[in-house]
Each structure stands twice: as structure tokens, then as C-alpha cells.
């Protein structure tokens, strides 16, 4: 059987031994019979421990085979192969985990008629009732929050880009590195505070809700615009400059029409990132059990409050909070399919 | 259509860098003028200066005098946008829009300014440009198409005609051939030895024999050392520069013995 050859006697071959290509799925087959049956002998075989022994068995028993086989460097590529494969489902775990119990809890009660009722004259047991009044109040809401970060966060990333030199640029960057950190809760009370401070103690709005949350999105807009402007080649600009356009129209026409599907992407992000915040609306725009369009009068019914209330009631409030939850995932990847949609219509054209 | 600048004791600072030193020079109307010397000796930052350009780099400044046509361009009522909307500048990487098809990258200087454009006044500006820079007939079934699907010297003509579809006075080129093949060095040669009917031209060239073929007089850049300005060494034309300079480092240049 040729053995690896030392690295003087092979400096002329280009060829080597090679392990055919089902090796590492004979390996990790192998691995899993061999990790099973010690288990069950040992009476230790849960699904956990099996798939724990498997990887553990499979990175010896192929690198060393790759190691008699093919020899050492192939052998170390074999094992950091599998170290990242193993690394890849682990964090797999939870994520599939995660959507599987969310899907398989929430549709217990989801439905047309879930999406389509509020809870006005639902009590005690019965099972009706759904969340039409929180998708309207976390559509309201969120939208609101974009309309007001997205203005501020654009410009202060264009101000950072294209104009900003010196401390005030540095500052405004320390500031929002400090705002990205900013608990939620602690966005709530601000927005909580400087209501009251305005309106009096009893007001509560969409509008309330939606500045809590801005406070926390209005950072990550800015960090990712400015990603995205940053990544427009200085040569656009000078192209354009070199043209006689002035300097706002090429930042409006060439700087900003080029990253567009960044930005997008960016904000996509942002609102992502705000939309199942639970504790700042808990304390801001409370709960209802009808629709609520005005954002600037009353309470107003969102999805992540909806699901925590709910959940608290205990009984067939439990099945309410998981279709709920299942509701917001939904909306999130809906919204990132319309913001997939926008930027690759707007992406820079390549290709011929 | 075409001026002539008389730049007088021109020093160009990068911060309290001086990377170029008393600069006088003429550039006469339809004609090319070559711009050589080795790297570093400032000759993009000489040329980014005739269109005002050196001032989107933070820091950057001149001292002395560009006279275009009796109109000194750093007169504190002068516009840097008029200006370089007369003075047009191609750079050494073609840089099409990546967002515009072919025919919107040509007339991007009408597009980007906000300028309202009737559809026939658009297609003859699109055809004039592209046949003033040898492209027409390679793209005239495909303006639609994105300014990015073309070649590297295709990208580049784009770039020319891009520029002269705002009719200029003046056309600054920096290297614009350095990263191209020969053949379509050769066809912007050529589209060269055209334009200057119309245009004053100033290109930087790193090519001798580039210089020697296309320019109609010839300035010598050099250095002294890192960290020292450049400086204009001389000026002639090109016949007289390539075959009898008068001073020593010039030759010694041109043939090669250094740079
Ligand atoms: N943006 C800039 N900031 C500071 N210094 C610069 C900048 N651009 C060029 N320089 C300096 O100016 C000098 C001339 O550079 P450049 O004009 O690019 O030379 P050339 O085009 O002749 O190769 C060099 O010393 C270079 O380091
Ligand atoms: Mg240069």
C-alpha cells in the first residue's frame, strides 16, 4: 500500500494519494453507528450525546486516515473542514429550533380570522378573537419610527461622509457608537419623560411609541448608510465633479442613487431590529383590544406586547402569544423580501 | 472652442506639503500638450489644478495664477463648478456611472446638472459625442445597455465622450491610457489627434513614445528627492524636446537612463 512520502522524495510528483470523495460521509456514517452503539451499550443514548460522540469520532477517525492516507496537509484541511461544519450546525441548533417551535405553537391558533379580528368582546376561554389591531398598531408604529429616523440618520450620514472633518464629525461618531448601546428600556422612559413633559401624564400615542423606538434605530441607520457611502468609489464623485456638477446634486444623484440598495438594505435592518421591541411600547403605547389608525391619540395594540400580555393571561392566551409571534416573523420576512425586491432593482447594473 | 491657459509661479500645497513648485507655463489652444516625469513628481496634482479639482481634496491649495482666455481661474468670484464645466477632465481608471446605460452616462453632464433636455436634442448629443470619441459604431445597438458592460478602452472612450458631450473648452487626461491594451491606446491616439482640432488638450503620459506621437509640445516634470517639490524642468516643442533638450536630466529621461 504507498504510504505518504516524505516532502524531499515527492518534490518532482504533482500527483499524491487521495481518499475517494464518500470518505468523510463513510467517516461520519461510521461514526454514528460506532457513537450509538457504545451509547446504548453504556445506556447513555440521547440524541445529544449521539451527535456529540459522532463529531467527536468523525474529526479523529478522518483526520487520521487523512493523515496515513494523504498526509499532513491535507489532514489539517480535513479537520478544519470539519471543525467548521460542526461550528455551522451548532448554530444551526437554535435558529431551526427557534422558527420549528414558533411554527408548530403558533399554528395552533393561526388563521384568516386570527389575522383579521381584534379581541373587542373576547373573555375568559373563549377562543376567538385575533390580532388584526396589533398588525395595525406595529405597521403604524414602526412606519412612524422609520419616517422619523430615516431623515435624521440619512443626512447624519451624509454629514459624516461627505462633509464632516475634525472634532464635530468625531463627536457625532462617539455619540451614536454610545446611542447603539442604548437599553430599551431606557429609550422607553426617555420617550416616556419627555411626553409627559409636553402632552402631561395621562397622553399616550402611537407617536410616543414610535419616538422609543427611533432612539433605537436612528444609530443603526446611521452606522449603515454610512457603510453603504463609504462604499461609493471616490471616482464617482470625481467623475461627477469633474463634469461641473456641484457637490449636492452628486451626492443626491451619484453618491446616494448608487448605494440606494445598500440604504435600503440598511433600513430593511434597522426596522428589523426595532419592530419586535416589546419593553419601550409596553411602557409607551400600552394595549387595546380594538384598531387604532391615529397614531397621534391613544393607545395602540402591537404584536410583541400583544404576545406578552397574552402570555401572562395563561390559558388559551399562550396559544394567542405563539400565533403572534409566528405573525411578526412573518412580517419581518415579508418586509425583507419587499426590501430584497427595491434593491435589486436599483442596484448598479453590471454584465452586458 | 477652445482657449489657451498661461499658468504663471504656480506652487500647489497638500496641507503645508509642497508637492509642486513655480509652475509657469503656456498651454497653447488646439494643441496637445504632454505632460512627462517621473512618479511623483506632481504631475496630476499640476494638472488637477487648471480645472480647480485639487479642492475636492481636503487641505489642498495653490498660490500663483491660471489665466484661461484673460480669466484668472483662482479670482475669488470665480465659480470651481463654471469652471470645470469648461474645463473637462478624464482620469486614468475609466469611472463610467455603474447606474447609467450608455447613452445617460454620455449625457450625464446634462442629467446630473438637472438640465431639461428635449429627446432629439439627447440623441444628437449621444451620437455627436460618441462619434467625436470613436465609439459609435461599436455601441449604437446597445445604448441601452449599462456603461459597466463595455470594455476597458470602450469604458474609457465613454469616458471622453462623457466629457466632451458638455462641449469644454479645455480636456485635462491623466494617464488615460495606462490601463489600457495597445490597440485601444492606439484608437485614443488617434481620437486625440482629432479632438485637438477642436479642444485644447493636456494629457499626463508615462509613454515616450506616446508623448512623441500625440502631443504638440512637451513639459518635463522632475524631483529632486522625497519629500521635495516638483518642478517644471522644461518646456519645448515636443520635435525639439525629443531630439536636442537643453537640459541634462531631460534627456536622460527620455532615453531612459532614469525614471
Ligand atoms: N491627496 C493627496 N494628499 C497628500 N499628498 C498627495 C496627494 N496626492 C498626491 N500627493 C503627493 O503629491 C506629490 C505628487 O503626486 P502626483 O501629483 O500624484 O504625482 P504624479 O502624478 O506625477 O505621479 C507626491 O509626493 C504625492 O505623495
Ligand atoms: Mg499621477
Known amino acids: ?352 | 472652442m477652445s482657449k489657451r491657459i498661461d499658468v504663471e509661479n504656480l506652487d500647489v500645497y497638500y496641507g503645508d506639503f509642497l508637492a509642486v513648485e513655480g509652475v509657469s507655463m503656456a498651454i497653447e489652444p488646439r494643441s496637445v500638450t504632454a505632460l512627462i516625469g517621473p512618479s511623483g513628481c506632481g504631475k496630476s496634482t499640476f494638472l488637477r489644478t487648471l480645472n480647480r479639482m485639487h479642492e475636492v481634496i481636503p487641505g489642498a491649495r495653490v498660490e500663483g495664477r491660471a489665466v484661461m482666455d484673460g480669466q484668472d481661474l483662482y479670482a475669488p468670484e470665480v465659480d470651481p463648478v463654471q469652471v470645470r464645466r469648461q474645463v473637462g477632465m478624464v482620469f486614468q481608471r475609466p469611472n463610467p456611472f455603474p447606474t447609467m446605460s450608455i447613452a445617460d452616462n454620455v449625457l450625464a453632464g446634462v442629467r446630473l446638472n438637472n438640465k431639461r433636455i428635449s429627446k432629439g436634442d439627447a440623441a444628437d448629443t449621444v451620437e455627436r459625442s460618441l462619434r467625436g470619441a470613436n465609439l459609435w459604431n461599436e455601441v449604437k445597438d446597445r445604448l441601452d445597455k449599462p456603461g459597466s458592460s463595455l470594455s476597458g478602452g470602450q469604458q474609457q472612450r465613454l469616458c471622453i465622450a462623457r466629457a466632451i458631450a458638455v462641449e469644454p473648452q479645455v480636456l485635462l487626461m491623466d494617464e488615460p491610457c495606462s490601463a489600457l491594451d495597445p490597440i485601444s491606446t492606439l484608437a485614443i491616439e488617434d481620437l486625440m489627434s482629432e479632438l485637438k482640432n477642436d479642444y485644447t488638450i493636456v494629457i499626463v503620459t508615462h509613454n515616450m513614445q506616446q508623448a512623441a506621437r500625440v502631443s504638440d509640445r512637451t513639459a518635463f516634470f522632475n524631483i529632486a528627492g522625497t519629500g521635495q517639490p516638483g518642478k517644471l524642468i522644461e518646456m519645448a516643442d515636443t520635435p525639439t524636446m525629443f531630439s536636442s533638450p537643453s537640459v541634462p536630466a531631460t534627456e536622460d529621461y527620455i532615453s531612459g537612463r532614469f525614471g
Open chain 1, 1 to 352: 500500500m504507498p504510504v505518504a512520502t516524505a516532502p524531499a522524495s515527492s518534490a518532482l510528483t504533482l500527483t499524491g494519494n487521495r481518499l475517494p470523495r464518500w470518505a468523510p460521509w463513510a467517516s461520519v456514517a461510521g461514526s454514528a453507528l460506532v457513537a450509538w452503539g457504545v451509547l446504548v451499550l453504556t445506556g447513555e443514548h440521547t440524541a445529544t450525546t449521539v451527535a456529540a460522540l459522532t463529531a467527536l469520532l468523525h474529526a479523529v477517525a478522518l483526520t487520521s486516515v487523512s493523515r496515513y492516507v494523504e498526509g499532513p496537509r491535507r489532514a489539517t484541511d480535513r479537520l478544519a473542514t470539519t471543525l467548521v461544519t460542526v461550528a455551522f450546525l451548532l448554530a444551526l441548533v437554535p435558529l431551526v429550533s427557534l422558527l420549528w417551535t414558533v411554527v408548530s405553537r403558533g399554528a395552533v391558533l393561526f388563521s384568516g380570522t386570527f389575522l383579521t379580528t381584534d379581541m373587542v368582546g373576547v373573555f375568559g376561554d373563549m377562543t376567538s378573537g385575533g390580532v388584526a389591531h396589533a398588525i395595525v398598531g406595529t405597521l403604524m408604529v414602526t412606519l412612524t419610527a422609520t419616517l422619523i429616523s430615516v431623515p435624521i440618520g440619512l443626512l447624519t450620514a451624509i454629514y459624516l461622509v461627505e462633509y464632516g472633518r475634525g472634532p464635530l464629525a468625531k463627536g457625532i461618531t462617539f455619540f451614536v457608537d454610545v446611542m447603539t448601546g442604548i437599553p430599551s428600556i431606557v429609550a422607553g422612559l426617555f420617550a416616556f419623560a419627555l411626553f409627559t413633559l409636553l402632552m402631561g401624564p395621562a397622553y399616550r400615542s402611537g407617536l410616543m411609541g414610535a419616538v422609543a423606538l427611533a432612539v433605537l434605530m436612528t444609530p443603526v441607520v446611521i452606522r449603515s448608510v454610512e457603510e453603504m457611502l463609504r462604499l461609493v468609489p471616490n471616482e464617482l464623485r470625481e467623475a461627477s465633479y469633474a463634469l461641473g456638477v456641484p457637490k449636492w446634486l452628486t451626492i443626491l444623484k451619484v453618491v446616494l442613487r448608487t448605494s440606494v440598495a445598500g440604504i435600503v438594505t440598511g433600513v430593511m435592518l434597522a426596522i428589523a431590529r426595532v419592530i419586535g421591541e416589546t419593553a419601550p411600547l409596553l411602557i409607551t403605547v400600552g394595549m387595546i383590544t380594538r384598531t387604532n389608525w391615529d397614531v397621534f391619540e391613544g393607545r395602540m395594540a402591537t404584536l410583541p406586547v400583544f404576545a406578552y400580555s397574552q402570555y401572562q393571561q395563561g390559558g388559551v392566551g399562550v396559544d394567542r402569544a405563539w400565533a403572534a409571534a409566528l405573525t411578526l416573523i412573518l412580517i419581518v420576512m415579508l418586509l425583507n423580501l419587499v426590501a430584497r425586491g427595491i434593491s435589486r432593482a436599483f442596484r448598479p447594473k453590471t454584465g452586458r
